[in-house]
């Protein structure tokens, strides 16, 4: 019958253990690493969204930054800025098409300090970042874009097992400003503008005629 002695097997179990452990350890730090690198691409990309959300409602609404300080963990204002009483109000009226008005290169300046500044107070890890946001102004709508690239040097045991460990994340935040009101007078506006045009042409009762057959078509042969 074959005996089995744990004290005859002593000087293997301790050669085992000098390679062994240190090898988890070092897994195990690892993954612990890239574990804190997913969640701060997380943090990057909330951080990014509310930047881009805080900026929606400044263009959007007059004033918007005069009323308080936005807490970063809040959706919106805590207090109320003591100052508020003594701002011009004129200065909070929305005039006609504001959205276009407003200075792009100002608004793309401060969405780039705002978030550098919550990049620098929650980095769970010493990363280099890069810092990108764009206004995008057109007819349709108008929206902001920001965007945060990272990077972070990796142990270099990855390169001993044929993968890079120089690596690089772009997280991307959007929001885009809706201005129902405005959509609405844009809408009567073309509709106005196009009926005047086809009434100096002469035909707009032509138009009218055709857009009657159509439907009556429609609500004949399609819809039924």
Known sequence: M??????DEKGEVIVEA?????????IAAFLLLLGLYEMQGVLEYSQAQYVANYTVKSIR???YDFFGT???????????NENFKDIDRNNLRAKLYHRFLFSKDDCQSKMKAKIRTLLNTGNLLNIDTNVNAICKKSILNTSVVISVTDSITMPKFLNYIGLNNKWERTVTATAVITDPAEFIRNTD?????????FEKLGISDNINSLITKTKDFYNKYIKA
């Open 18 to 26: 000098t390679f062994i452990y240190p090898v988890v350890l070092i």
């Open 70 to 80: 936005v807490d970063d963990k809040k959706i919106d204002f805590v207090d109320i």
């Open 61 to 63: 609404n007059p004033g």
């Open 2 to 7: 074959f005996n089995f002695h744990w004290k």
């Open 189 to 197: 506006l073309a509709i106005e503008t196009v009926n005047n045009i």
